[in-house]
């Protein structure tokens, strides 16, 4: 079986902080990897992806890869409260393959 | 306008009942896929299709059929509901291109089985 695991959360972090969210895969096939947000209620919309070992940055956010560990990360710099939501973490075996997603972690800015 | 839309947005229905939930894309890509969402299990996959031709099962796909008519929609349907299913359903597309392909989600229908 295919896994993606996150910590569910809640994660809180006050205002102005950095959020770090965290995802493991289990299979070694894994190629890209996707993060998802998704606020209550609305469908899921895609922040960034990344399928190199290291760091990729766009805004206040940075997505981190470690195909060695297994492991997947969101960095969110400057957290704000619109930025309170589920994070998915979603992992693409190979190219034009199916997804399998997480079970996603609840993110929540306090002002 | 939208560019995956799903219909209905919201349905109530009976144990036993034939319920179809439809999908339909501007985007103009060539893969479409339908998922269910439950709390505290994310997103799990139904079924796919990566042409009009192509259909594939995914994880959960026990109780669902699918049919794609075109391109651009692409028919999910539960023959005899169950309580069990209900559930929030998500359709997402996408399209064969050099990179990671990004998946584009509808907004979902909320699903009910009384």
């Known amino acids: 079986q295919k896994e993606v695991e996150q910590n569910s959360g809640p994660l809180s972090v006050p205002e102005g902080a950095i959020a770090s969210l965290n995802c493991t895969y289990s299979?070694?096939?894994?190629?890209?990897f996707f993060w998802y947000r998704q606020y209550s209620g609305k469908s899921p919309e895609l922040i960034m992806f990344?399928?190199?070992?290291g760091d990729k940055e766009d805004g206040r956010f940075t997505a981190q890869l470690n195909k060695a560990s297994q492991y997947v990360s969101l960095l969110i710099r400057d957290s704000q409260p619109s930025d309170s939501a589920t994070y998915l973490c979603a992992a693409l075996q190979w190219y034009g393959q199916n997804f399998v997603f997480g079970p996603g972690t609840r993110l929540s800015v306090l002002p | 306008d939208a560019d995956v839309t799903q219909t209905p947005r919201n349905r109530i229905t009976k144990t036993g009942k034939r319920i179809m939930l439809e999908c339909s894309q501007t985007k103009g890509h060539d893969r479409m896929y339908w998922y269910r969402q439950d709390p505290g299990l994310g997103l799990r996959l139904i079924y796919y299709s990566f042409d009009v031709k192509d259909i594939n099962k995914g994880e959960i796909s026990d109780g669902y059929s699918v049919s794609r008519q075109a391109q651009a929609k692409f028919s999910l349907s539960l023959e005899s509901a169950i309580p069990n299913q209900t559930a929030l359903y998500f359709c997402a597309t996408s399209w064969q291109a050099s990179g990671p392909d990004e998946q584009f989600f509808g907004p979902g229908t909320r699903l009910t089985v009384l």
């Open positions: 299979d070694r096939g894994s190629q890209s």
């Open positions: 990344i399928y190199s070992n």
